[in-house]
């Protein structure tokens, strides 16, 4: 298997344009997290998936993000308007089952907003 | 939520030194994993250990669940095992909850 698949690895956008991060989990697995890594807050789970509905998204911070799971092999996390304080690692995990099983993570989005 | 607390948060380490690492825990889990971030920030799997004693070369890790806590120990360090050391668990929310991370320095 391939692994999490992230897309785009690099993303540089001015302040106010809309940002989309996108997902692919581990064929199988059921579900899919989004994580943001920040010096200052290190990793913190943004929203999490089982079974392609919403959980938890109690870790997003504002209404500017939002994510969507249409079907069992993609996700997205957008942002919009985008701000400088966005600047961060986004980074994607699935697991075979929520809290159970083993979490495997993408390579990361590395996202600066200028 | 449940709090995991790392220790130490620095390590300097002389190529062939052997140490070890520690992560405690606030409450009961059902997962917990160690990873390692490397200096290009990918998160690589080292152990899936939410209870026991795992080992995979130079590496191997052991929770005690019941005390709170995981031990990972790194022997013979080589400059590749450089980066941070994440562990992260599960409690009954079903959220992967890392701790600050260890970051490691091996030099040659």
């Known amino acids: 298997d391939a692994g999490v698949i992230q897309s785009p690895r690099h993303e540089v956008t001015e302040m106010g344009q809309e940002v989309t991060l996108r997902c692919k989990p581990i064929s199988g697995h059921n579900s899919l997290f989004w994580y943001r890594q920040t010096m200052m807050r290190g990793l913190e789970l943004l929203i999490y998936?089982?079974?392609?509905?919403?959980?938890?998204d109690s870790g997003m911070p504002e209404d500017r993000f939002s994510a969507k799971m249409p079907n069992a092999s993609f996700s997205t996390l957008k942002i919009q308007p985008s701000e400088p304080r966005d600047s961060a690692v986004y980074f994607c995990a699935s697991s075979l089952e929520r809290g159970y099983t083993e979490a495997f993570f993408g390579q990361g989005t590395r996202l600066t907003v200028v | 939520g449940i709090q995991v607390e790392q220790s130490p948060p620095d390590l300097i380490l002389q190529e062939g030194a052997n140490s070890t690492l520690r992560c405690n825990f606030s409450d009961s889990v059902n997962n917990l994993q160690w990873f390692h971030q490397n200096p290009w920030g990918q998160l690589i799997n080292l152990f899936y250990i939410p209870s026991g004693t795992k080992q995979n070369g130079r590496l191997s890790a052991t929770t005690v669940a019941t005390e709170r806590y995981s031990l990972l120990y790194i022997s013979s360090s080589q400059t590749t095992d450089s980066g941070v050391y994440f562990c992260a668990v599960v409690s009954n929310d079903y959220k992967l909850s890392f701790g600050a991370g260890t970051t490691v320095t091996v030099r040659a």
């Open positions: 998936f089982n079974n392609n509905v919403p959980i938890d």
